[in-house]
């Protein structure tokens, strides 16, 4: 049988990975990289970029963020309100996400020093929850960015795009990463429960041989 340390010790590396890579993937601007190669550009300016969900970097030093919140909602189009309603959702959802981490952490390990079934299946429910929002965030986040990029094909000429290049970055797998560590935590915690569950009944079987 696996031994529960092993098991709510692996659970709680998990969760503090989970929350660690979360946590650098909202706070870093590589969530989506547009790579702009004019063969016959020659200005001093890169036209590349990358973007967070707070800032939208474009070439060396030039920064501007966001405005999700700060927007006048009536100068813009419907299909702009749209794209900074999705983008609300993303920023809103994600650090919530990243909160109920860190609650989750301490959960389990509470949980896991009192070692009783419910309580470590409660705090692994728990995690299946906390990671819906995670998967919330990120599934809006590329929804948002394909709209975005759609909005934007519809205003430049096809030849202006040949030479554009646009991906998801290493931030965006940072948080699909904590998801699938969150789910893990989970998966864990079920298993430690499960353990303590059997073990419960085996004491209780050697008890009654006993008697």
């Known amino acids: ?38 063969p016959n550009h020659t200005g001093p300016d890169d036209l590349s970029s990358h973007s967070g969900l707070w800032r939208i970097n474009e070439g060396v030093n030039r920064s501007s963020v ?43 390990l509470v949980s896991s020093f009192a070692s009783r079934p419910n309580l470590l299946a409660g705090t692994a429910s728990y995690f299946l929850f906390g990671s819906l929002f995670t998967l ?23 030849e202006n795009l040949a030479d554009v290049d646009v991906s998801f970055g290493w931030s965006l797998a940072a948080a699909w990463l904590s998801y699938s560590l ?10 430690a429960a499960r353990i303590r569950q059997m073990k419960g009944h085996y004491d209780s079987g050697v008890a009654i041989a006993m008697s």
């Open 1 to 38: 049988m696996m031994r529960y340390e092993l098991v709510v010790l692996s659970a709680g590396f998990t969760g503090l990975l989970s929350f660690s890579l979360l946590a650098v993937a909202i706070g870093t601007d590589y969530w989506y990289i547009i790579d702009v190669n004019k």
């Open 66 to 108: 966001i405005p999700s919140f700060t927007a006048n909602m009536s100068s813009l189009s419907e299909a702009e309100r749209h794209l900074l309603g999705l983008h609300k959702v993303v920023v809103i959802v994600l650090p919530l996400s990243l909160v109920l981490l860190v609650f989750g952490w301490i959960l389990g």
């Open 136 to 158: 919330t965030g990120v599934s809006t986040y590329i929804r948002y960015s394909n709209q975005a990029m759609e909005e934007f094909k519809r205003t430049v000429s096809p």
């Open 182 to 191: 969150e789910v893990a935590t989970a998966l864990l915690l079920m298993l």
